[in-house]
């Protein structure tokens, strides 16, 4: 089963940066995409970030300019780099894992998610 670990979720007031980790537990190449959901109380999970296995991202509209996805194959991570952070950011951040397209065990996995809050 793969593990998918994140970290570098805090507190930080408005205005303020913050950057996420994803440690996956095997190479990420093996999927068909890396991404980022996040989760506010009594909200339904939403996409923050995809990064395909080809490179090729996908960012919410909102976020698009504020956040920015990337990897580190070698290191098996992804990162996700938030900045000018507003308090509506808020929420509970998982990394995903989405190999619902492999030929081989397919699955699409989740980390156990991080905390990010942002006062203003």
């Known amino acids: 089963q793969v593990q998918l670990v994140e970290s570098g979720g805090g507190s930080v007031q408005a205005g303020g940066s913050l950057t996420l980790s994803c440690k996956a537990s095997?190479?990420?190449?093996?999927?068909?995409?890396m991404g980022w959901y996040r989760q506010a109380p009594g909200k339904q999970r939403e996409l923050v970030a995809t990064?395909?296995?080809?490179?090729?991202?996908n960012y919410s509209d909102s976020l698009k300019g504020r956040f920015t996805i990337s990897r580190d194959v070698a290191k098996a991570t992804v990162y996700l780099q938030m900045n000018s952070l507003e308090p509506e950011d808020t929420a509970v951040y998982y990394c995903?894992?989405?190999?619902?397209?492999?030929?081989?065990?397919?699955?699409?996995?989740w980390g156990q998610g991080t905390q990010v809050t942002v006062s203003s």
């Open positions: 095997t190479s990420i190449s093996t999927f068909n995409a």
């Open positions: 995903n894992a989405d190999g619902r397209l492999k030929l081989t065990m397919p699955g699409n996995y």
């Open positions: 990064i395909a296995r080809g490179g090729r991202i």
